[in-house]
């Protein structure tokens, strides 16, 4: 596997590979996943705006995640894997190319959101050292739709 920084021109990539990923998740959240509505032009905004980062296998990409930097934090957010690459390491490779690049930046934490519709995603970022800082509601919801987690960084 090979990680590397995303650039503009790999927007028709990303743009299939999270819509790939979260394909799944159609009709299973509510409220329904913004990543199934992704296009170059909004991924592109969060390219400018922060970074991304694509893991290739045998020069297919495979995988990506986006990340950008907060006052007092790296957010993490949009890891995507293709579903026939899962439980391969690509992920927890993404997670921790995004770890190293904010202890490079001297950022002390890395965050991310999790859906709290979504329990096995959760059990899996705390088996990588992640812990729920807070929960949050989507716009029009009262009980809580999702949590954010956070890991400290030595």
């Given at each position: 596997?090979?990680?590397?920084?995303?650039?503009?021109?790999?927007?028709?990539?990303?743009?299939?590979?999270?819509?790939?990923?979260?394909?799944?998740?159609?009709?299973?959240?509510?409220?329904?996943?913004?990543?199934?509505?992704?296009?170059?032009?909004?991924?592109?905004?969060?390219?400018?705006?922060?970074?991304?980062?694509?893991?290739?296998?045998?020069?297919?990409?495979?995988?990506c995640a986006f990340y950008h930097r907060e006052r007092d934090h790296l957010y993490l957010g949009r890891l995507s894997v293709?579903?026939?690459?899962?439980?391969?390491?690509?992920?927890?490779?993404?997670?921790a190319y995004v770890e190293q690049r904010a202890r490079a930046l001297r950022v002390p934490r890395v965050q991310l959101g999790?859906?709290?519709?979504?329990?096995?995603?959760?059990?899996?970022?705390?088996?990588?050292?992640?812990?729920?800082?807070?929960?949050?509601?989507?716009?029009?919801?009262?009980?809580?739709?999702?949590?954010?987690?956070?890991?400290?960084?030595?």
């Amino acid at each position: 596997m090979t990680l590397r920084e995303a650039t503009a021109a790999d927007l028709p990539a990303l743009v299939s590979l999270v819509r790939a990923a979260f394909e799944e998740y159609r009709d299973r959240l509510d409220p329904p996943s913004g990543a199934l509505d992704e296009t170059e032009e909004t991924l592109g905004q969060a390219l400018g705006a922060g970074f991304a980062v694509i893991a290739y296998r045998d020069r297919e990409a495979v995988g990506c995640a986006f990340y950008h930097r907060e006052r007092d934090h790296l957010y993490l957010g949009r890891l995507s894997v293709l579903p026939a690459f899962r439980r391969h390491g690509i992920a927890q490779a993404l997670t921790a190319y995004v770890e190293q690049r904010a202890r490079a930046l001297r950022v002390p934490r890395v965050q991310l959101g999790v859906r709290t519709a979504l329990p096995f995603l959760r059990a899996y970022y705390e088996r990588l050292g992640y812990r729920v800082v807070r929960q949050e509601a989507h716009v029009g919801y009262a009980a809580p739709t999702s949590v954010v987690m956070e890991k400290e960084l030595p």
